[in-house]
């Protein structure tokens, strides 16, 4: 009996294991679903008015500098330059072109959402003014497949472990800041930054998984 149970349970960690990547694509758009169907029926304005209320606790001078400068990281302004340089650096490359394909893919994919859904940008406590609509955020999508696409590179090129941990914590906390910085400075809704993540996640797991090979 005990044989039996360990056996199926070693193979549901296996089968997970095999199958991780497809389990957490479905689950970043089943999330990325609930919340927009939240959205629509008018549901979720207490849970974002509840997590501005915890972030707004830290406003204050000197991190709203810091905050301005992290959202930046994920604007056009430091993130075209960036794009850019990388594909002509690498246009002879396979990589190269993939980055090129990815940034576009990602813009495109996100204006379309938002011009479909077309949920207000949150209104009365915005420290810097953007336009346009809200759901999802673009910042949060756009940066996690940018950065997430050259994190997959690091991991699949460069053999040094250190640099691998050392990209994955910082490339992972440059996203997440990213995301905390727009709900701080009051141009998004927390759900639009999770579920930019959970879309964008999604996203990077099936783009990775097409180019896998080619890599």
Known sequence: MEKTIEKKGKRIVEFFRKNARWLILIFGLILFFLILEDILDDEIYQFDTKIY?????AIC???TTIAKVITILGSVYAILPIYLITVIALWKKKEGR?????LPLIFLIN??????????????????????????????MVSMAFYGLFLYLIHKKVKNPYIKWASTILLTTLVILIGISRIYLGVHYASDVIAGFCFS???LLLFTHVIKDHV
């Open 53 to 57: 209320q915890v972030v707004s606790y």
């Open 61 to 63: 001078e000197p991190i």
């Open 98 to 102: 993939y980055i090129a394909t990815n």
């Open 111 to 140: 204006q379309l959402l938002k011009r479909i859904i077309q949920r207000p940008r949150p209104e009365g406590f915005r420290i810097i003014q953007e336009s346009g609509y809200s759901f999802p955020s673009g910042h949060s």
């Open 201 to 203: 996640v999604s996203y």
